[in-house]
């Protein structure tokens, strides 16, 4: 198997040869066909994640066809599936017994702790494994498998918002704007200043304004998701939204958060983040998608150039997902 190995921090990732694993009891392996790059992803091989276990293949939004199946395991040869950044959660704590899992202390996470999807070949717990709608290609469907489902659960945590403000107008950003427009909800925008590229698409998208992250909308928000990693946006959210109003944080690590007085969260203001996903939230997102439709928008790489697309979604270039494939 080829794959693009991260051996150390601040480094670029390197392509090695490897033999392929083999699956244990309750693993699957897949053969992969296409692996969406993700923000965490650049949180890993910047090393702004603790305790990376190096060396490590990062990748995370994975779909592949079932290749091998380890004893115990109901996936079959040939069937396609879709893995996530939760690879494994103990299922006996007090957390996993009360169906989030999400924050158990056991659990481990794709392309980080467990090697991911920038390769040919992947292994997975059989019970962290999704199938994937075939309305879907592999490219289209690997964004959903992370930008997808961390939207989704921020989506949800936001609660029945009618004017959601996005902070961040990236690979997430992108598809959870169209299943917040099927729900008939006001999508209102904010891009880094002057990103005239995303500000375009978000409008394109349908978003009813868009802005800099430095403006106020034109209205007060009933809630505000960011999903860019800049604590400084926490307290121009919290100004951006109404009284009762919620502000979600969308990312696994962000900036420092600056003081701001408490009047920005004064008048039952909510602020809170989103860890991880649960099986449950994959199930209900994956279902949703193509009934939306979820159109996801991507830039293809071969699996070779992955330090070329996480230097594209660093400096802002994307428009969309970029997704390597292996052929």
Same mark, same amino acid.
């Given at each position: ?6 051996? +150390? ?12 694993? *083999? ?8 053969? %992969? ?20 276990? *190096? ?10 066809? %079932? ?6 395991? $109901? ?22 017994? $009360? =169906? ?21 070949? %992947?292994?997975? /717990? ?8 075939? @309305?879907?290609?592999?490219? =289209? ?41 099927? +729900? +008939? ?9 002057? $990103? ?17 992250? /430095? ?12 999903? &860019?990693?800049?604590? &400084? ?71 070779? +150039?992955?330090?070329? =697309?996480? @230097? ?9 997902? @970029? %997704?390597?494939?292996?052929?």
């Amino acid at each position: 198997m080829r794959a693009m190995v991260l051996r +150390q921090t601040g480094r670029p990732l390197e392509l090695e040869q490897r033999e392929d694993p *083999l699956p244990a009891e309750g693993q699957v392996l897949l053969r %992969v066909r296409a692996c969406a790059v993700c923000r965490t992803d650049l949180h890993v091989v910047d090393g702004e994640l603790p305790d990376i276990p *190096l060396p490590i293949i990062p990748g995370h939004e994975i779909v592949g066809d %079932v290749l091998e199946a380890g004893p115990g395991v $109901d996936w079959q040869p040939g069937q396609r599936l879709g893995i996530p950044w939760l690879g494994y959660a103990c299922g006996h704590c007090g957390f996993c017994e $009360d =169906a989030r899992e999400n924050l158990c202390d056991q659990a481990r996470f794709t392309g980080y702790q467990l090697d991911g999807g920038f390769a040919d070949r %992947v292994l997975a /717990d059989q019970r962290f494994c999704f199938p994937i709608d075939a @309305a879907y290609s592999d490219i =289209a469907a690997a964004p959903l498998l992370c930008a997808g489902l961390i939207g989704y659960r921020s989506l949800v945590m936001a609660g029945d918002a009618r004017e959601l403000g996005i902070y961040g107008f990236g690979a997430a950003a992108h598809i959870i704007a169209q299943v917040a427009l099927w +729900q +008939q909800r006001r999508v209102y925008a904010f891009t880094r200043p002057g $990103d005239a590229a995303a500000q375009t698409f978000a409008r394109e998208l349908g978003a009813t304004w868009v802005g800099d992250s /430095d403006a106020m909308p034109p209205r007060p928000l009933d809630a505000a998701i960011i999903f &860019a990693p800049v604590g &400084a946006l926490v307290p121009r959210a919290l100004a951006a939204v109404r009284k009762g109003g919620v502000v979600v944080c969308g990312g696994i690590h962000m900036s420092d958060i600056p003081t701001f007085p408490y009047a920005l969260l004064w008048g039952e203001r909510v602020l809170r983040s989103v860890a991880n996903l649960t099986r449950r939230d994959a199930l209900e997102f994956l279902e949703l998608a193509p009934r939306v439709p979820v159109r996801t928008h991507t830039v293809r790489y071969p699996l070779e +150039q992955a330090n070329e =697309a996480l @230097a594209d979604l660093r400096e802002g270039r994307l428009s969309g997902a @970029a %997704v390597l494939t292996m052929d």
